[in-house]
Structures are given as structure tokens and as C-alpha cells.
T-cell receptor, first 116, second 111 residues
Framework: GAGVSQTPSNKVTEKGKYVELRCDPI?????LYWYRQSLGQGPEFLIY????????DSGLPNDRFFAVRPEGSVSTLKIQRTERGDSAVYLC??????????????FGPGTRLTVL | DAKTTQPPSMDCAEGRAANLPCNHS???????VYWYRQIHSQGPQYIIH???NNETNEMASLIITEDRKSSTLILPHATLRDTAVYYC????????????FGTGTSLTVIP
């Protein structure tokens, strides 16, 4: 079946611009996660949705970052007034949100954001 | 969540077993050990996870010490396609369920 998809695969923008990154999770997955990965580092948690609501947004670096999941499926990560330091690969993952520690997250291929 | 420590890099000959260690000495009783890998320019891929018992699937085996303070991921017959960064993660049962990745081990399989 279809996995997690992310669009665009690459995004180049100029400093100060607004960008939107889209994630299509696996159908039926309740939970959706956004991570950010800088060069040479492991993915860093940003925000986690349970259904339509953000259950934990403690990883968002500042108020320029915002994410929505209005219908509990597709999610959009929005970044305002982009800065060069926002350049990274943005990863999305989804899971069934199972109990008992067996909740496996499945990752998409990521969106590579470059801020010039 | 508990912190993990992994060697930054390892080499393995093609066809041999690759044994990737992970230390998680502060792991608590309700934390699972997960392994993911990331091939260049792709998203992380789930490999295996466990709590106390050793686990095996079609990709790998996971050996967890009795005190649960360390674990080893074993790829029984490494191929060139196994060259990747391998992440060992401990995650609490329940709660926010997000993963906290470290920098992982960069495994290079040599022909």
C-alpha cells in the first residue's frame, strides 16, 4: 500500500518568504509527526498530532512555525518569515497510535527546504 | 526519555554479520528499544523494537541484555544496501510517542 508522501520533495525560497510543506500520511493512521533534520544530525521532533489536534508542539522552535491537520489526515507545516537557519530536511511520519509500546512510526521521504 | 550512546561509525564486510551496539544505561522499565535506519536521502526506516526479550524479524535480530542497559542490532548477512545510518532509540510506552533520535551509527558495508 501507499506509504507516507511529502510534497514538494525540494523547496528553495528566499529569506523572509512564507512556505508550506505538505504531508499525506498512511490512510487510517491516527497520529502524525513532524521532524526536522539538519545535515549530519538525527531527526529532531517538532510536533505531534493525534487526530486533528496537536497533542504536543513542544518541539516547534518559535512562533514562525505552525502546523495544521484540519481533517485528521493531511497535514501542512507552515513557516513564516523564513530564515537561513530553517534550511533542513523536514520529515513527516504517521502511526496507528497503538497502546503497549508497539506504535511504529512510518516516515516519508522528506522535503528538503533551502532558504537563500 | 532515556539517552542512548552509539559509536559514530562502523565498517562491515559484505556477507558478514554486522553487530551494532547501543548503550542505554538510564532506560526505565516502561521504555522500549527501537532501531531505525536511514539510507542516504531517504526517510528513516523501521527495523525492529523490543522491551525485554530478544526479537527477530526478516530484517534483523535485537539482543537486549538482561539488565536492559544495552542492546545490539544484528544484521546477519550484511549487503551493500545495508549501508546507512542506524539509530537506536528508547521510547516510553504511552505519552507523546515521539522519537528522540541521536546521531546514530554510520555503517559502511565493504565489498
Amino acid at each position: 500500500g501507499a506509504g507516507v508522501s511529502q510534497t514538494p520533495s525540494n523547496k528553495v525560497t528566499e529569506k523572509g518568504k512564507y512556505v508550506e510543506l505538505r504531508c499525506d500520511p498512511i490512510s487510517g493512521h491516527t497520529a502524525l509527526y513532524w521532524y526536522r533534520q539538519s545535515l549530519g544530525q538525527g531527526p529532531e521532533f517538532l510536533i505531534y498530532f493525534q487526530g486533528t489536534g496537536a497533542a504536543d508542539d513542544s518541539g516547534l522552535p518559535n512562533d514562525r512555525f505552525f502546523a495544521v491537520r484540519p481533517e485528521g489526515s493531511v497535514s501542512t507545516l507552515k513557516i513564516q518569515r523564513t530564515e537561513r537557519g530553517d534550511s533542513a530536511v523536514y520529515l513527516c511520519a504517521s502511526s496507528l497510535l497503538l497502546e503497549g509500546g508497539t506504535d511504529t512510526q512510518y516516515f516519508g521521504p522528506g522535503t528538503r527546504l533551502t532558504v537563500l | 526519555d532515556a539517552k542512548t550512546t552509539q559509536p559514530p561509525s562502523m565498517d562491515c564486510a559484505e556477507g558478514r554479520a554486522a553487530n551494532l551496539p547501543c548503550n542505554h544505561s538510564t532506560i526505565s522499565g516502561n521504555e522500549y528499544v527501537y532501531w531505525y535506519r536511514q539510507i542516504h536521502s531517504q526517510g528513516p526506516q523501521y527495523i525492529i523494537h523490543g522491551l525485554k526479550n530478544n526479537e527477530t524479524n526478516e530484517m534483523a535480530s535485537l539482543i537486549i541484555t538482561e539488565d536492559r542497559k544495552s542492546s545490539t542490532l544484528i544484521l546477519p548477512h550484511a549487503t551493500l544496501r545495508d549501508t546507512a545510518v542506524y539509530y537506536c532509540i528508547v521510547r516510553e510506552d504511552g505519552g507523546g510517542n515521539q522519537f528522540y533520535f541521536g546521531t546514530g551509527t554510520s555503517l559502511t558495508v565493504i565489498p
